[in-house]
Structure formats: C-alpha cells, structure tokens
C-alpha cells in the first residue's frame, strides 16, 4: 500500500466520526510566516498555541515577497487575524 493509499484510508476513517461543529470559518487570532522544512513540524505547539488559532503561511525560505503579502492580507482582512509572526531558521 501506498502512502497515499495509506493516507486515504486514515481520511475515511477520521471522516466517519467527523464533527460538524469542525466546520465552522477559520478565525485565527496569529499568522505565522515560515520555511517550508517538514522538519518544523508542531510549531503552534512549541508556541503553546492552538492549531485553529494559528494561519500558517509556508514558503521556502521565509521569503516574504508578494505571494506571503497576499497571503498576510487575506489572513488579516478576511480571516481576522491581528497579530503576523516570521519564524526563520538554520540548519
């Protein structure tokens, strides 16, 4: 089995007990803007933030150029968001 099968599997079976209370807009209170690395995984945990209070952007290299503009301002303007945090790193 693939990871993709493997992944599709997991999503049907999450699907089955899926909460619509889940489904309600977005309305993070932070957007965070940083590098695409998978290994910065759990960010809003090392933050001791929550996941739906969090937009994170991801690009490689934390480059903020007019795609991560946009991003911010749709974040800000439609999402909610009040605050904007760049998280770079090395290594």
Do not use: W
């Amino acid at each position: 089995m693939s990871l993709i099968d493997e992944a599709l599997s997991a999503n049907a079976t999450i699907a089955n007990d899926y909460d619509p209370s889940r489904g309600k807009p977005p309305a993070p209170k932070i957007a965070i803007v940083t590098c695409a690395d998978p290994r910065l995984t759990d960010i809003e945990q090392m933050l001791g933030l929550a996941h739906a209070d969090v937009d994170m952007i991801r690009n490689f290299g934390t480059v903020i150029d007019d795609d991560a503009v946009r991003s911010l301002v749709l974040s800000t303007r439609l999402l909610g968001t009040r605050e904007i945090m760049i998280i770079n790193h090395t290594d």
